[in-house]
C-alpha cells in the first residue's frame, strides 16, 4: 500500500472474471478456518484484487457455499400447521367453469332476453342510466351456461354467458 497526497493507494492484482469464482473460494476459505460472511470476503477480495462486477461474483459464490449454508442466521421463517382439505370423492369431476353453476335463467331458442351490462356511472344522474340492452334474440344454445344473441335479424351474433341475461317479457319486436 503506498500512501500518495494523504490517500491511500491500493495495488490489486486484475484477474480475469473467469477465475475471479476460484479466488473468491479462496479468499472466503481463509487460511484461519474463513467462512467469516460477505462482508469480510468482500474486503478481502478488494484488498488483494480486481475485475468488473466482481460484487455481484461474491454474493453469488457465497450462496453457493455448502459449509456457510448449514447455518443459517435470523429467525426461521413462519410456519402454521396444517389445515385439513375437503377433497370430497375419489375421482371425482372438477368444473372446469364454476360460473356456469350459478346460471340462473333457462332459455331457449328463439326466446326474447334482456342482455345485462354493470356499468360504471359517468355523469350527473345515475337514475337514468341503464344497466341492460335489448331485447335480444336468443338464436342458438352453446351450452347449459352459453347462448348465441342478436338483435335484430341483419345483426352480428354474439356469445353471451347465462348469467347476464333476463328472460324478456311483454311486447316483442317483430322479427
Known amino acids: 500500500m503506498h500512501v500518495v497526497d494523504g490517500a491511500a493507494d491500493r495495488q490489486q492484482i486484475i484477474l480475469p472474471r473467469s477465475i475471479g469464482a476460484e479466488f473468491i473460494r479462496l479468499v472466503h476459505s481463509g487460511m484461519t478456518g474463513g467462512?467469516?460472511?460477505?462482508?469480510?470476503?468482500?474486503?478481502?477480495?478488494?484488498?488483494?484484487?480486481?475485475?468488473?462486477?466482481?460484487?455481484?461474483?461474491?454474493?453469488?459464490?457465497?450462496?453457493?457455499c455448502p459449509e456457510c449454508a448449514q447455518y443459517r442466521r435470523g429467525q426461521p421463517p413462519k410456519q402454521t400447521f396444517l389445515q385439513p382439505f375437503n377433497a370430497g370423492e375419489r375421482f371425482e369431476a372438477i368444473d372446469r367453469h364454476p360460473k356456469s353453476a350459478r346460471v340462473n335463467v333457462n332459455v331457449n331458442v328463439g326466446q326474447w332476453v334482456w342482455y345485462?351490462?354493470?356499468?360504471?356511472?359517468?355523469?350527473?344522474?345515475?337514475?337514468?342510466?341503464?344497466?341492460?340492452?335489448?331485447?335480444?334474440?336468443?338464436?342458438?344454445?352453446?351450452?347449459?351456461?352459453?347462448?348465441?344473441?342478436?338483435?335484430?335479424?341483419?345483426?352480428?351474433?354474439?356469445?353471451?354467458?347465462?348469467?347476464?341475461?333476463?328472460?324478456?317479457?311483454?311486447?316483442?319486436?317483430?322479427s
Open 35 to 64: 467462512h467469516m460472511g460477505r462482508q469480510n470476503t468482500e474486503e478481502q477480495v478488494q484488498r488483494r484484487a480486481y475485475w468488473p462486477r466482481w460484487r455481484s461474483d461474491v454474493a453469488w459464490e457465497l450462496k453457493k
Open 116 to 174: 345485462l351490462i354493470p356499468r360504471k356511472f359517468v355523469g350527473r344522474y345515475p337514475k337514468w342510466t341503464r344497466n341492460c340492452q335489448g331485447p335480444y334474440l336468443v338464436v342458438r344454445v352453446i351450452s347449459p351456461s352459453d347462448y348465441m344473441i342478436q338483435r335484430h335479424r341483419r345483426a352480428v351474433p354474439i356469445v353471451v354467458h347465462g348469467d347476464k341475461l333476463k328472460v324478456c317479457y311483454g311486447d316483442h319486436p317483430a
